[in-house]
């Protein structure tokens, strides 16, 4: 056995939104998490970088409309890590985000709770808190 058939993988690293509306994705994500946006140049497709405290990525256009409601998710979703859950859900609905499913404790873990943006992709938030119940 070589030593690379050893190793884990490791975790994400990188992500990408898809939006239907650029400007507005971006505004959005500014808003509710305070991310920050670059153009990247030279790119085939209109392409934006992401810089968070954490894993960075990437926004870009929808290559293909979303499917019809209702319809379950057809996704990898992610969720950002928020010191006030309930601060940060604001910030979401204040942005144009939609509940979609409402806070619930993750016993001895956290708070968590699932969200559309404004494009209508699903993304978690989570409030660590080893007394959740």
């Not at 505004?27 to 810089?51: C, H, L, S």
């Not at 409309?65 to 601060?87: H, L, M, Q, R």
């Amino acid at each position: 056995m070589r030593l690379k058939d050893n190793l884990m993988n490791k975790g994400p690293s990188y992500f990408e939104i898809q939006a239907d509306d650029l400007k507005r994705a971006i505004a959005f994500y500014q808003n509710v998490f305070g991310w920050k946006f670059d153009k990247a140049e030279g790119m085939p497709i209109e392409y934006w970088r992401i810089t968070t405290d954490g894993p960075n990525g990437g926004i870009l256009e929808r290559p293909v409309p979303i499917a019809k409601s209702p319809s379950g998710t057809n996704a990898f979703v992610c969720s950002v890590e928020t010191d006030d859950f309930d601060a940060t859900a604001k910030k979401i609905l204040d942005n144009g985000g939609i509940v979609a499913l409402p806070k619930f404790a993750v016993p001895g873990v956290c708070f968590q709770g699932y969200f559309l943006d404004t494009e209508g992709n699903t993304f978690g938030i989570f409030e660590p808190n080893e007394e959740a119940k």
